[in-house]
């Protein structure tokens, strides 16, 4: 039997699939990507990954392994196309779904909407039951009523069933007993339990959660089922592994099972990816800086690791506004989004600021370069204005851009603020760049940190042609732009170590704890992990257990994460949790407050395998390295620290060898992503083929 | 480009940027760190940056929106008391005065001047809604300001990073649950460090010296806005007048609005005097950014707030009523009176403005509960019940919210985890939603109990809305429901004097409390209402048979 060496990763976002394909024999590493088809996304998965597979002269038969990350969970849930799911509450609570937390998101808009509730109040149906907030059930569910409710919601053509009860999280004794009967009534009827799914307190964002995860379960499992299907059909016959929003990954049936897992995963591999770098290259601090088309995200990465959080918001009314969207509970990275995309247009409003974004000109119109008939000026406009794109080279060329249509659409802008177009195109780079900068600030200082101390790892279409001018205000020294850059998410999916975290809410004040049962708790928890590990293939051997609680002072709303020390656990080790919560509560704060008890929220425990083996060949840097071999031409480029708009060589991204040094004003041309190089910058490339730019002071 | 008094479009955007996220980031330090459920769950608090002269740039956004118009005028009374010379880092000044501040005694202001490279360049302030104030709990009860708690003269909380004992030991003497309000005035007090680091931060990165060019900048393009939006209106005189609750007798707001040109004045003769108990009236202060509020949403919706929105906008009413009462008559109450200003106001513009106003609005009622735990712990927790909202000419009524207030509601698990009583229900109500071709959101009911295990009475504190008078709809569109206070299957409420006094005890553990919230008006002829739309509230058990029938004429 040959060993396998081939691992392929599938990324699909809403224009493109994005595909990566990792020999670990030699390291190799080959990117392709193809035109998302949202109709059919597996033909068009499949089609690509014949390409890739072609074009490296491999074969499915001959992949070890297949990830995969995708927009769909999350498109089902913002189009609404998922199934048509009930949900089951306790008695008297069915409308919490609806009600929400009653906020307002923007306290000017009289005439904002609040999302619509993803199951409509006629699949609402109620339990006779009631725990109290110790979890002692006070009514015992009647379970005859249930199946009644419940065979009437079949009868009416529901899919998927939901059930969120008061204080699950405490208890899930009626939610279990409720599972079972309908289970044994109808046995094929997907079930989503809250005490399962999110068992943590808040009955609002506790129903969201499950009620996500049952409306997209029965079309991800038929997607899931339908991929395993095609890939084992072209001759694959190794498992489907499936990123997750926490940024580990899970295999198929895990997915079919949890599905809500799968929001935001594909962003959640891009800040993966971004931690492969911090490894690869040795800076355990950095920021990713992912621009795409219409958003960009960042993500903090510390000691090598992204940092997580543990909600999320999906599918909002107004993008920027929180609160707008249908709150998610469970383990994510700690994604922002930080402003906007390449089509993302801009305009004067009506204070005489000028703006960009959130409107996007998509891929249609598109933006006024693409020649669609898009009249309003974008991002990419502005870059092709400013020398930064080529009207030849968009896309490897696959596409040319419409220089004057960008100018006549800048000029117009320029016209409103009385400037020219190329000026306007500069506030419009600026307003970008600054306003990105100033919300990755905000969430690094937020965790107290110092911006400057970071690194930015910039990736996605957008990223490199951006990310010296965002270092630059934010004050770090150093860029990195992989190879590849357009598609460094995919890479993030290999870079996963299967993974599976549980989480059990136990209230408790710390010195009150009652450790026999939070021991007897993670050993539940850790059993499962090990036996979804187990059933994934992965020995046992090199299993990673991680435990942390959710902990605050007593009252406060929002909890900190404390890692909670190996070992048995009893009262001895109240007092190390305790000085390990006041000392992050400081590195948070900046202030210690020890006039109130410590309380635990919930318990949680992360099992994961060992990371996958993703070594990328390096290469020899060699001192003769000529960058000037990669030359292809020079253009114009706009730069004010240089006096505007000077001669600026072009480089075939391809062509540098490792070695080769760089200095700025340049501008570096792959397929899918163009680096800017700003004058006083250097960039050298090293043994990956990065391309590591080491910022001047200049201004 | 940084030192000229124009900002360039750029410059503008991405500087005013950086101030509202300066204020975000405190919202969020609040937010995390404080305790009690009406501060860390309910939200009922709000940040804002300031400049040199106490003038206020920009707020976060989901701060409540009276604070943000009340805050510059405590800075402005910091500014006359505390002469900028004596200022120095680690200063941080307090008070509750309500006829300064935010209109009753729990609003503690916490501000902090800013220095940059030694210099004082303005302020970063914050009103947080305190959970206990001492004084009675019984708000409905009090006869005078006396009796509805402490009251702080405008002081320094820290003197040079000093903590101030006195004013310390005043809370730890005389409030309830002492560590809750502290620790919540510690968030507030943290904020205001993380805003003050960060303006400072700023102007260094940005290599300004002080907040004044961007301030005049930020308020200029405000003021040309708002001057441009009143300019757009009819010039004209508009009224109107609502009715409130009252102490069993209705309490009367009248307003005249007077456009001319780009200014606009509103003028509240002819509203009830003063009350000389419950809490019901409202001060100056706090009735003028309860003016200015409805404004900014009907005419700058897009304006992050600052002191620049209202230049153009003069609001008076006589001394001794309801809407500018007098020290030392009772106050705690006031959003009983304050928030029906809006309505008054969105009515009294109905010609100005047809499309934009909002129908009458649900109001947010509150429970609040206090006492001690079976095993001496002190409980005290606040639940925020939104009412439906109004409709308007382009949709439905935004669903259950606390307009014109930002807060949230508290969770139910939430709630009964800090108190021991056991939420029976909370559904929205059949056929409550004012009719019409848009229709109000519907209401909610709320039916409390005590929780079985706990052996003493529970004390309920009221604080209802829309007792008496029912939000009104508009072009044709039907009134919404009022709040109906149900004890044990009995109304209690129906005779409006019987609601004078504001608490309810549940002793027996089948004892029920029942809240039927009001919800919002109708906007327009229900028999213009799309099928679909009728067919699909109908399907969803929100309006019965026989209403679409007979309401809507199907």
Redesign the interface.
Known sequence: MTLLSHSLSIDIGGTFTDFTLHDSETGDLSVHKVLTDPDDPTSALIRGAREILTNAGTAPAALRLVVHSTTLATNAIIERSGAKAALLTT??????L?????????????????PEPLV???LRAEAPE?T??DG?V?ERIDLSVCARVVDELVAQGVESVAVSL??SYANPQNEIALKDHIESRHPDLPLSLSSEVAPV?????RTSTVVADCFIKPSVSRYIRGVERELSEEGYSGRLLVMHSAGGVMDAAAARARPVRMLESGPAAGALAAGFYSELIGEPDLISLDMGGTTAKTCVIEGGRPSRANSIEVARVHRF???SGLPILMPVLDLIEIGSGGGSMAW????????VGPQSAGASPGPACYGLGGERPTVTDANLVLGYLSPDYFLGGRMSLDGEAAERALGALGAE?GMDAVDAAW?VY??VT??MA??AR?HI??RNKDPRSYAIVAFGGAGPAHACEVARILGASRVVVPLGAGVTSALGCLAAPLSFESVRSM?SLLDRTDWDSVESAFAEMEAWGRDMLASAGVPVYGIRVERSADMR??????EIDVPIPDGRLSQASASQIEADFHRIYQE????R?L??PIETRSWRLLVSAPKPDLALRERESSSGADASLALKSSRRAYFPNAGGFVECPVYDRYQLAPGSEIRGPAIVEEEEATTVIRPGDGAKVDGWLNLVIALGHGG | MTNSQNFDPVSLEIMWSRMLNVAEEMWTTILRTAVSTIIASANDFGCEVLDAEGRSLAHAYRSMPVFNMTMPNVAKEILKKYPVESMRPGDVYMTNDPWMCAGHLPDIAIVSPVFHQGRFVGFAGNIANTSDIGGSLDAKSVTDSYEEGIFFPLCKLYDGGEPNELAFDMFRWNVRGPDMVLTDIEAQVAANHVGARRISDFLDEYRLEDLTTLSEAIRGRSESAMRKAISDLPDGEYTNHVFTDGMGDPLKIQVRIEIRGDEILVDFDGSAPQIDRGGLNCTMIYSQGHTYYPLACLLTPDVPVNEGCFEPITVTAPKGTIINCDFPVSVGSRVNTGWYIHGCIFGALSKAVPDRIQAGNGLMSSIHTYGAEADGRIFNAHLFCGGGRGATSQGDGMGLNMFPSSASNVPVEVFEVNSPSLIVSKELMEDSAGAGRHRGSPGQRLVVGKLPSYPAPLNIYLHPNRLSFAPQGIFGGRAGTKTNVIVNGESVSEDPSSMTRGSVTLSAPEDRLTLEFSSGAGAGDPRERPQDMLERDALNGLVSERAAQFVYGR
């Open positions: 008695k008297g609570f069915r409308d919490v609806e009600m929400g937390r009653e906020q307002i998101y923007d306290m000017h808009d009289l005439h904002a909407r609040f409509p109040r006629h009631r109290d907030r002692n006070i008061l204080h307190i808040n009955e609002y964002e506004k929180v609160g004067l409003d009506s204070l005489g600021r000028l703006r603020m506030g600026s307003v600054e306003n100033a919300a905000i200082i937020g209230p002072l007593a009252g406060q709303i929002h948070l704060y900046s202030r407050n006039s109130l």
